[in-house]
């Protein structure tokens, strides 16, 4: 399958998501807010019926698509409504399919069209080897203060095999979604113990990148 016929196909999943959203969520377009709070989108999951999980994945490749949507409280709600298990697999399907998007949007229109609509934030483009952007990938996929859309549009711009980018997302969603699924379930069961457990294990994941780079950089700076 061709890089267009990829995007037409994830977009038009994408527009039968939202008719989805539409028509047994509507709140979420007409109350953007309850967006940022996962009771709410807990409820409007629970409305949904069994096109519940059609509604979290719906948003989470929204959430990656569209920068300004947050993606944390969806798989919080997610992990809430589903538990851990099935939450995870909703959260990463719609993570992975919106960078998959956004991965081919900036590949097909190119970084002027793209610097357009989101500023000089999609200049922070991706260099290296194959390997080397792979591996780039990796560790911002595990790291959730670093931008996950701008990374995506990002390496849709550099020279980053598509499939590398999949491969690479895949396996740096899967931990994170995992734990803010869990946070979620544990936050309603009330085991606020076992949920600072994943807290804690969370901050672990996301540390061991930027100590792997420390320890990279480090021998560089002594060399005079």
Wanted: glycine share 12%.
């Amino acid at each position: 399958m061709s890089l267009r016929a990829t995007i037409l196909a994830g977009l038009a999943i994408l527009g039968i998501g939202l008719l989805g959203v539409w028509q047994f969520a509507p709140s979420v377009f007409t109350e953007p807010r309850d967006l940022l709070e996962p009771e709410r989108l807990e409820k409007l999951v629970a409305r949904a019926g069994l096109w519940g999980p059609v509604v979290i994945v719906t948003l989470m490749t929204l959430a990656v698509v569209a920068s300004p949507i947050p993606s944390a409280p969806i798989a919080l709600a997610a992990g809430a409504a589903y538990g851990h298990a099935w939450g995870t697999v909703q959260v990463v399907i719609g993570a992975e399919l919106g960078a998959l998007i956004a991965f081919g949007l900036a590949r097909l229109l190119g970084h002027d069209a793209l610097r357009r609509v989101f500023g000089d934030r999609v200049d922070a483009g991706l260099l290296g080897s194959q390997a080397a952007l792979t591996a780039t990938v990796f560790a911002s996929r595990l790291m959730p203060f670093v931008s996950f859309d701008m990374v995506s549009y990002a390496a849709g711009l550099s020279r980053l095999h598509a499939w590398r980018f999949a491969l690479a997302t895949l396996a740096g969603i899967i931990p994170a979604s995992f734990l803010l699924a869990h946070f979620g379930g544990e936050a309603v069961s009330g085991d606020l113990g076992r949920a600072t457990w994943a807290v804690l294990g969370l901050g672990l994941v996301t540390g061991l990148p930027l100590l792997w780079v420390t320890l990279r950089q480090k021998p560089e700076k002594e060399n005079p």
